[in-house]
């Protein structure tokens, strides 16, 4: 068997968490791969809705095997608040949830050096989570890294030596910090982990796909965010693309099945960076309210505009997407007329592809196309659609070249249309 990929092709809360949850019966076993809890992974079903940050999304189907992979970081003190609350809710994780032991620990201090990172950078600021995602994966590149396997083996020095390490960088930016309370939770969360088995996860997912066994990586973020491909230097620390599940799950690249890479009927960002197709007006205002964006984990704003069919093109690309997933098609209900961004002028002249670096200068070239007037939220299979919904598929499906197999029509696992 070969692992099937979903994962975002715009700036990340495409809807992964939701479609991961609807696609987890037909698999085995649901594995993130890369980011942490920089991640807010939205599920709604029974009328209950869950944010899911490092546990993967496949975890309320059944009793499916989840994992959190190598290439992931894990934050110990925001991973037992996570799993606590849905042993609350009545789910105990502990049987269906492995972690990888070559997954690099979030420290408390990484959460302190992002803070201090961010603030020397003031006005050209990353707009980061906060979470310590950039200074940890710094860490594991320049090899200083603390990994959940070595909770095992000699943890009380290596973690000495790294917070060492972190209060001499602090100390340089002159950064006030109160680390005993932070430590105290942090620890708390040690013993949390403990209580889950710490796997070579390579090796299973390995075995799993020898024995026939399905797998589905649940990718973070989006390829906008990515740290080779996307708006550099606004992105994440991490490779959100495809190439990203074979590196941080230990799965070759010709085991890789599907790709179905995700995207909103419009376009959302959060935090700094260029965003060229974004709106500033009302129509922005409105797709905000209607699509109630903002963000599951930090409640921030999210920036809205209309969907951009450049970036699109260079994720589906890069990624090697066999299936689109089209989400929020509801949002657009209302609307006259929809836009799409279709090439950028760039100083006087159009391009088609995406360029080196979008800034100030990329100016949106618009196709407008006639809404669809229609509640998409009750719409439950594809005859349903309306004329000009389906004029809209099309168009994507003509430009992107890639089938849109599923439509959602709304935030419940029930929302959802699989098309044929
Ligand atoms: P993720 O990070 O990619 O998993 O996405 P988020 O959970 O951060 O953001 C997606 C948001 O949109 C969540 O609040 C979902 O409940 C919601 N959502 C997902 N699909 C739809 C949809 O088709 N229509 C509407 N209106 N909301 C949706
Ligand atoms: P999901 O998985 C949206 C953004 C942050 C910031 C940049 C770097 O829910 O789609 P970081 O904390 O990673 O160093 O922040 O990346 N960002 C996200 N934006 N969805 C996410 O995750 C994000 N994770 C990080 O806002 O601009
Ligand atoms: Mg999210």
Redesign the pocket.
Same mark, same amino acid.
């Given at each position: 068997m070969k692992v099937d990929v979903l994962l &975002?092709l715009q700036w =990340?809360? /495409? &809807? %992964? &968490? %939701?479609v991961v949850d609807v696609l987890t019966p037909r698999y085995d076993v649901v594995s993130r791969f890369q980011g942490g809890p920089n991640? $807010?992974?939205?599920? /709604?079903f029974n009328g209950q %809705?869950y944010?899911l940050r490092s546990i993967p @999304?496949g975890i309320f189907q059944g009793d499916k095997v989840n994992i959190i992979g190598n290439g992931v970081v894990l934050d110990p003190a925001l991973f037992k608040v996570e799993v606590e609350a849905l042993e609350a809710s009545g789910h105990d994780l502990t049987k269906r949830l492995y972690i990888s032991k070559k997954a690099h620990l979030i420290l408390p201090t990484h959460r302190l050096l992002d803070a201090a990172y961010e603030s020397a950078k003031g006005d050209s600021k990353i707009g980061t989570t906060g979470k310590g995602i950039g200074p940890t994966y710094t860490d594991k590149i320049s090899r200083n890294g603390v990994r959940v396997g070595d909770i095992l083996h000699n943890f009380d020095t290596k973690y000495a030596q790294a917070i060492a390490k972190h209060k001499a960088i602090l100390a340089q930016y002159n950064f006030q910090y109160d680390l005993a309370s932070i430590e105290k939770e942090w620890f708390a969360g040690i013993e949390k982990l403990k209580q889950f088995t710490f796997i070579d996860s390579e090796h299973t997912i390995n075995k799993y796909l020898a024995d026939g066994k399905s797998v589905l990586a649940e990718g973070?973020q =989006?390829t906008m965010l990515d740290i080779d491909f996307g708006s550099y230097p606004f992105v994440t620390s991490s490779n959100t693309i495809c190439a990203g599940a074979c590196t941080g799950l230990g799965v070759a690249p010709r085991n890789i099945g599907d790709v179905f890479g995700?995207f909103k009927a419009y376009c959302t960002r959060v935090g700094s960076g260029p965003f060229p197709t974004e709106l500033f007006d009302n129509t922005g205002d409105t797709l905000r309210e209607? $699509?109630?964006e903002f $963000?599951?984990v930090t409640g921030r704003p999210r920036r809205c505009g209309w969907i951009d069919l450049v970036a699109l093109k260079y994720a589906i690309m890069i990624n090697g997407v066999t299936k689109l997933i089209m989400? %929020? @098609?509801?949002?657009m209900d209302a609307f006259e007329t929809i836009k799409a961004c279709v090439a950028y002028k760039i100083n006087g002249n159009t391009v088609n592809e995406f360029p080196f670096e979008i800034n100030e200068n990329t100016e949106p070239v618009y196709v407008e196309l006639p809404g669809w007037k229609t509640n998409m939220?009750k719409v439950q299979k594809e005859s349903e659609f309306p004329q000009a919904f389906k004029n809209y598929l099309s168009f994507l499906e003509k430009e992107l070249n890639v089938p849109i197999y599923i439509v959602?029509? $709304?935030?419940d696992r029930d929302?959802t249309i699989l098309r044929k």
């Open positions: &975002g =990340g809360d /495409e &809807g %992964k &968490g %939701k991640a $807010g992974h939205t599920l /709604e %809705k944010v @999304s973070a =989006g995700i209607l $699509g109630y $963000g599951s989400m %929020k @098609s509801d949002v939220t959602s029509v $709304g935030p929302q």
